[in-house]
């Protein structure tokens, strides 16, 4: 989310304003009920924390306070908005997967079961039985900071500290291969040097250039020469033609 607490729910206030109005102008329309004769804004802070009051009028609904839209706004990315601050060993990380992870992913992340891999399948992507891992497929290590944060351990997301956060990714990079130290520490500053190896294959969507000789304009007015003759009229239009009898395609 690019807006701050602040905006958003100033943004949310300003919607809950506008549907109080726009419900005032429907019932006075009417004539059930008379107008409300002014929209009151709510009065509570929604920076502090603290649920603000309810307003007046339609009553519906509340602002969300400024700690439920940080419960939400929780993604990462990978130019690093959003990273917690934290650090964490490869070593340390290994503590963490075999007590939490190691279960269903596998001592070395190759998955136990019909659990996921966490681990390996390079140059497998553009083979007959691709194999996508953090270490062959994922494109960004802010995504395993993000996704194990959000989703992991299955079960008991959102229970990990920010430094076993890093210490468990660090190990899981360890386990693909692409952090070699074990002694390695990641943390929220260095966490842009994790170059992964299928970054390349993720571009922006360029179909809009790169395909834009396949594209023409639908035509909308006088699309035939000529004027226009009716041929058959839809009720007696044989929808299946008989063999040999459709209209022939190039
Ligand atoms: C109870 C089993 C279980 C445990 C324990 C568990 N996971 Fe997972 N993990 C899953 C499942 C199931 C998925 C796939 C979820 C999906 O695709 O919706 C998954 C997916 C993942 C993925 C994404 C894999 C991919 O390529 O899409 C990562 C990374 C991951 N887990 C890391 C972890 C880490 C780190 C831990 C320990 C802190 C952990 N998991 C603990 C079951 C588990």
């Not at 709510?42 to 649920?51: E, N």
């Not at 386990?175 to 520490?185: A, G, K, P, R, S």
């Not at 396949?214 to 007015?221: A, D, G, L, N």
């Amino acid at each position: 989310m690019s807006k701050s607490p602040e905006k958003a729910s100033r943004a949310m206030r300003g919607l809950a304003l506008a549907a109080l109005v726009a419900g005032g102008a429907v019932l006075a329309g009417g004539a059930l009920l008379p107008a409300p004769t002014q929209a009151t804004e709510t009065t509570g802070s929604v920076t502090d924390g603290a649920f603000p009051e309810l307003p007046t009028g339609l009553g519906l609904g509340r602002p969300a306070s400024a700690e439920e839209i940080a419960g939400w706004n929780i993604d990462v990315r990978p130019d690093g908005l959003g990273l917690p601050e934290g650090r964490g060993t490869v070593l340390e990380g290994e503590e963490v997967y075999v007590m939490q992870c190691a279960v269903c992913h596998g001592d070395f992340g190759e998955g136990a079961g019909r659990w996921p891999m966490l681990a390996g399948g390079y140059e497998t992507l553009d083979t007959h039985d691709p194999m996508k891992t953090v270490g062959s497929y994922w494109p960004y290590a802010s995504t395993l900071i993000d996704y194990i944060y959000r989703a992991m351990p299955y079960g008991n997301a959102q229970s990990l500290s920010p430094d076993e956060l890093y210490a468990v990714s660090a190990y899981v990079l360890y386990l693909n291969d692409v952090i070699l130290d074990e002694d390695f520490e990641l943390s929220h500053e260095n966490y842009a040097e994790i170059e992964l190896e299928n970054v390349a294959n993720f571009f922006p969507d360029d179909r809009e250039v790169a395909e834009k000789h396949f594209w023409r304009e639908p035509c909308m007015t006088n699309c035939a020469e000529g004027q226009a003759e009716i041929l058959m009229r839809a009720r007696a239009l044989d929808v299946t033609p008989e063999p040999g009898q459709g209209p022939t395609v190039d």
